[in-house]
């Protein structure tokens, strides 16, 4: 069974430039979330998907994050513009369903803002 | 939300055992998870509590309180791979969301 793919793995930007990350969860899993996890702190959930529509935004920055999931598979998660404080790696994770228990998580993608 | 704590960092002996504490709010509880994340990587799961006492997995057992808001992760004969942070995670009711723990940087030494 092929895990949660993201891309890229790594992107280095200069603030006030926008990024776009993509996140292609395993077949067949209605719920996805992005995290935003900052060196040495643990994953903090920015948004979370159940098929193509949104469950919870809250801890979503919408003055410049923004996400989609419009056929209810693959996402993308852009920042626009981009903070010095936005470096970070952004985590994917999907399960089955909202109640699903073992969240299977992407590779991440480490953005450096400078 | 809830509150999640858990020891920043620890050190253990190869072959030892080894107690990672977290408590969490009671409030809104639907379960709590243990992952383990080495550095670079993916958070991987090892463990779900929902209700009371010890689930035991191999190497690896958790253990739940809800009236005392407490879990652990116990590891038993540490091997040199199991440095990691571990991340301990409440699930809220009605949402599933989880909320993480700073997780607890664990290293493992000769």
């Known amino acids: 069974e092929a895990g949660v793919a993201q891309s890229p793995r790594y992107k280095i930007i200069e603030k006030r430039q926008s990024v776009a990350f993509w996140c292609n969860p395993i077949?067949?899993?209605?719920?996805l979330y992005w995290y935003q996890q900052i060196l040495g702190q643990g994953p903090k959930l920015l948004i979370q998907f159940q098929n193509n529509g949104v469950v919870d935004d809250s801890q979503l920055p919408k003055d410049r994050f923004s996400a989609e999931r419009l056929k209810g598979v693959d996402s993308t998660l852009k920042i626009q513009p981009a903070k010095l404080e936005d470096s970070a790696v952004y985590l994917c994770?999907?399960?089955?369903?909202?109640?699903?228990?073992?969240?299977?998580f992407g590779q991440g993608t480490r953005l450096t803002v400078v | 939300g809830q509150n999640i704590d858990q020891p920043t960092e620890m050190t253990a002996t190869e072959g030892a055992i080894v107690q990672i504490n977290c408590t969490y709010q009671t409030s809104g509880f639907n379960g709590l998870f243990w992952y383990q994340q080495h550095a670079g990587e993916a958070p991987t799961f090892l463990s779900y509590n929902v209700l009371d006492g010890l689930e035991e997995k191999g190497r690896f057992s958790s253990f739940l309180s809800r009236s005392k808001g407490y879990s652990y992760l116990l590891l038993k004969e540490l091997q040199m791979k199991d440095s990691a942070s571990y991340l301990c995670?409440?699930?809220?009711?009605?949402?599933?969301?989880?909320?993480f723990g700073k997780g607890t940087k664990l290293s493992v030494i000769p």
């Open positions: 077949s067949g899993h209605a719920t």
């Open positions: 995670a409440e699930r809220g009711a009605g949402s599933y969301q989880l909320t």
């Open positions: 994770a999907s399960t089955l369903d909202r109640g699903g228990t073992e969240a299977f």
